[in-house]
């Protein structure tokens, strides 16, 4: 009973377990295709035969050994083709700086040339890790042409020429000459003879292409081949641009003029999409038009406004609102609710709604909008539907309003009422400013794409996440199915059919669900895909077809000469060392010989001893004695 009355009083016993855990060393290995290119394959077989005998000595040695690609991404060495064709070294430190963050961290391995076409420099990073470099490749630069830059737009229209601006690299070759060409849809479209001289290391070139066709177009550039070069890999390069079959017309009309017509036409014209016309008082021949802008039209001063030959158009419009404005006319026709308590007028800066949901605007728009000049806006309250979007609202000194300066209706045709003349100081503080006039355009021209982009009332749609994939990326799809109220469905069978350009046809089949509408592709060579995918819904057939395209980037061919300097400064500033690739031996023993002690972790734990079952057991034991001896006692 004593024993139980001490239990009671709750004692504790506290218990302290000591954990080792092993030194890591993490192996970043080169995977990428400029290794292949410069090394001998039996090579490359006897390194990764070393490597793995590396890594089995580390472990002997009591070391943890984790193997990654340089984009960070767990590999076995048996899988190792060198292949691929991206190299981000900064990427592969950060996500090992990352991903074992706190953990016993001893060492970096990285295997590479140290050429790098992804992120920016390593030279730029730092880390507390020592980093051992171990070089592949040849540092001695060759006599090679090469391709190794392409400017030029992802999207272009149809019957207009286009910039492609090609960039030569001349290592060494010359005196000669060789024939840069391009090509549209495999047809030759222009070429152009470039004189070699070995003193010429950089040439650049600037085609202009007609585009013809619509949809997407395979464009290629090759460098005819000279003597005395070490490889021609490197002498092609193709990309993929799409070809829409014409640009969007926007009219901005004005019965005077007014700065803001200049602001707003500049703006859109920054933007190749859209196509502007401006019409300042008289009739307006054509209405073949997908957003007409209305600058203080109907104005109050002016007799035969153009607002009334175009009241009755289905196209979508933007309302400007000012002093000149005859908002009486507007209310009459509803196409505002204006109640403009005097002729009196405020001057108002922007806030913008952040529970807008059309489209986003640049992260810095709050600090643009508290230095705009202010705008002259009507004074007096503009009632707001329930549908209506407000973009903008107004600000009175430093009072937000429930006013709006830009708001957009849900109306069909699409509609959108700016309140408030001065934009085009808004542009000029902009330019003043910063040089530029990027926030500005933005506003305005994101403006114009939602209330120029047509409804899309479709109850079936299926589309790649992109227009444009890489050689072994996947290619996710997305399918939405929905009913005649546009409510999502789910669990409706789609069939998808992709047919590539050389007649290759791959079918398949999924099943939509719930927080999971998507289906992936892969193993696509390169080439313009198109598809057709279909569903029955309600009993009716519904298809939908687009296009997609998988290319080779061809960066690791652009440069073949080994960076042993980058790999050597790396290496010496995280307190490691730089290995040629001749000198593995010395790199093993270095490693094998590291001294990283094993991390020693500590865990406490403080349990009631009436809560131990062995204590539990031992009490039922005396518990039972003492009834035994008692019982034989003659006590019961």
Do not use: C
Not at 197 to 216: D, S, W, Y
Request: charged share 20%.
């Amino acid at each position: 009973m004593a024993v139980l009355a001490i239990l009671l009083l709750g004692p504790t016993l506290r218990s302290v377990r000591n954990f080792y855990e092993q030194p890591l060393l993490v192996m970043a290995i080169d995977n990428s295709e400029s290794v292949a290119l410069t090394t001998d394959s039996t090579i490359l077989q006897n390194l990764t035969n070393s490597l793995g005998l590396l890594t089995e000595e580390l472990q002997a040695r009591d070391w943890q050994v984790k193997q990654v690609e340089l984009n960070g991404e767990a590999i076995n060495l048996d899988s190792l083709r060198f292949n691929t064709q991206r190299s981000n070294l900064t990427g592969m430190i950060r996500s090992v700086q990352s991903e074992y963050k706190g953990a016993n961290l001893g060492a970096i391995l990285v295997v590479s040339d140290g050429i790098f076409n992804s992120g920016f420099s390593p030279d730029l990073i730092s880390t507390f890790t020592p980093i051992y470099g171990l070089g592949l490749g040849d540092t001695i630069s060759r006599k090679d042409l090469s391709l190794i830059n392409l400017r030029h737009n992802k999207t272009v229209y149809q019957d207009n020429k286009f910039p492609v601006e090609v960039s030569v690299r001349n290592e060494g070759l010359g005196p000669a000459n060789t024939l840069l060409k391009i090509y549209q849809g495999g047809i030759l479209q222009d070429q152009v003879q470039l004189p070699l001289t070995p003193e010429t290391r950089l040439i650049k070139h600037q085609f202009l292409v007609n585009a013809k066709g619509a949809g997407k177009q395979r464009i290629s550039i090759v460098l005819d081949a000279i003597d005395g070069e070490s490889t021609i890999i490197n002498n092609s390069a193709s990309f993929y641009i799409d070809v829409i079959e014409g640009q969007q017309k926007v009219l901005i009309v004005a019965d005077a003029p007014s700065p803001d017509i200049k602001a707003l036409r500049l703006a859109i014209q920054k933007n190749e999409h859209f196509a502007v016309d401006v019409k300042v008082s008289g009739e307006i021949s054509s209405t073949d038009y997908d957003l007409i802008i209305l600058i203080q039209s109907p104005n109050k001063g002016v007799g035969g406004s153009v607002y009334h030959q175009l009241l009755g158009s289905e196209i979508p419009k933007l309302y400007l609102l000012g002093s000149q404005t005859n908002i009486v006319q507007l209310n009459k026709d509803g196409i505002v609710n204006f109640r403009q308590l005097n002729s009196q007028y405020d001057q108002v800066t922007a806030v913008f709604n952040n529970e807008f949901k059309g489209f986003t605007i640049a992260s810095e728009k709050d600090e643009w909008f508290a230095n705009v000049p202010p705008l002259t806006v009507p004074f007096g309250t503009i009632i707001l539907q329930p549908t209506d979007q407000v973009l903008l609202y107004q600000r009175v000194g430093t009072v937000i309003t429930q006013q709006p300066i830009i708001y957009f209706s849900e109306l069909e045709p699409k509609l959108g009422v700016i309140i408030g003349e001065g934009l085009w100081k808004w542009r000029l503080n902009e330019y003043r400013k910063y040089n530029e006039t990027i926030r500005f355009d933005e506003l305005v021209t994101k403006t114009i794409m939602f209330l120029a982009a047509k409804p899309d009332k479709r109850q079936f749609k299926m589309y790649p996440l992109k227009d444009g994939y890489e050689v072994g990326e996947e290619i996710n799809f997305v399918a939405e199915s929905y009913n005649e109220l546009f409510e999502p469905l789910y669990g409706e069978l789609v069939s998808l059919k992709i047919v590539g350009s050389n007649s290759m046809v791959r079918n398949y089949t999924f099943t939509p669900l719930l927080g999971s509408r998507q289906m992936t592709v892969d193993d696509l060579a390169v080439g313009i895909y198109s598809y057709e995918a279909f569903t029955t819904l309600n009993g009716k057939r519904h298809l939908v077809s687009g296009e997609f395209s998988v290319e080779k980037p061809d960066l690791e061919a652009a440069d073949l000469t080994a960076d042993y300097v980058m790999l050597r400064k790396l290496a010496h500033e995280s307190g490691g060392e730089f290995y040629s690739g001749n000198a593995f031996d010395k790199l093993s023993s270095d490693l094998l010989n590291l001294e990283s002690p094993a991390i020693i972790h500590t865990q406490e734990r403080e349990r009631l001893l009436i809560s131990l079952p062995w204590i539990l057991i031992i009490l039922i034991m005396l518990a039972s004695g003492e009834w035994l001896t008692r019982k034989m006692m003659g006590g019961y």
